[in-house]
T-cell receptor, first 113, second 114 residues
Framework: DTAVSQTPKYLVTQMGNDKSIKCEQN?????MYWYKQDSKKFLKIMFS???????INETVPNRFSPKSPDKAHLNLHINSLELGDSAVYFC????????????FGPGTRLTVT | AQSVSQHNHHVILSEAASLELGCNYS??????LFWYVQYPGQHLQLLLK??????LVKGIKGFEAEFIKSKFSFNLRKPSVQWSDTAEYFC????????????FGQGTELSVKP
């Protein structure tokens, strides 16, 4: 049983396109996150949502728009893709905003050409 | 700004050698500390965590870490590594009231030679 799942696993697209990445968790958690892992493997928070409400937007360009239709889903839509958006995007979830571990999805490798 | 620093960028060991990966953080308040591992091509998995209590924390696969508050450190140890421990290791910090975000260190790549 996959706890946190993401689709697609790989995404190759051209500059200027719009794309979406989907994330679902079946853990019953209240909080979900998006992290970006760059080519040097550095991980940085992008967004966090708690009970479908945006909590953190970590100075991410407004071309990135997360959407949480319900507590179990947090999707990431990216407009006008740029070369610098190439990275691995990880979704994660935790019980809530408190001192709980985060469970990560398998990642989506986005390549912008 | 709060930050996490991992001193070793790439560590190469032979099987059965002992491992210690350094992690220091800069934050004076209450912190939750984590070590995650990322095997090649896979997602992050939790090795261990420290929230409070006993500063020596035991995790999965024989890993342990010691929280030393006076040194702002949370070093990861394993007495005897195996080839299957080859992976990227991330130390991370979670602060109170900061939207739940994890602040990660730069990662340490561990290569274990058989």
């Amino acid at each position: 049983d996959t706890a946190v799942s993401q689709t697609p696993k790989y995404l190759v697209t051209q500059m200027g396109n719009d794309k979406s990445i989907k994330c679902e968790q079946n853990l019953g958690h209240d909080t979900m996150y998006w992290y970006k892992q760059d080519s040097k493997k550095f991980l940085k928070i992008m967004f966090s949502y708690n009970n479908k409400e945006l909590i953190i937007n970590e100075t991410v360009p407004n071309r990135f728009s997360p959407k949480s239709p319900d507590k179990a889903h947090l999707n990431l839509h990216i407009n006008s893709l740029e070369l610098g958006d190439s990275a691995v995007y990880f979704c994660a979830s935790s019980q809530d905003l408190g001192p709980y571990e985060q469970y990560f999805g398998p990642g989506t490798r986005l390549t912008v050409t | 700004a709060q930050s996490v620093s991992q001193h070793n960028h790439h560590v190469i060991l032979s099987e059965a050698a002992s491992l210690e990966l350094g992690c220091n953080y800069s934050y004076g308040g209450t912190v939750n500390l984590f070590w995650y591992v990322q095997y090649p091509g896979q997602h992050l998995q939790l090795l261990l965590k420290y929230f409070s209590g006993d500063p020596l924390v035991k995790g999965i696969k024989g890993f342990e870490a010691e929280f030393i508050k006076s040194k702002f450190s949370f070093n990861l140890r394993k007495p005897s590594v195996q080839w299957s421990d080859t992976a990227e290791y991330f130390c991370a910090l979670k602060e109170d009231n900061q939207g739940g975000k994890l602040i990660f260190g730069q990662g340490t790549e561990l290569s274990v030679k058989p």
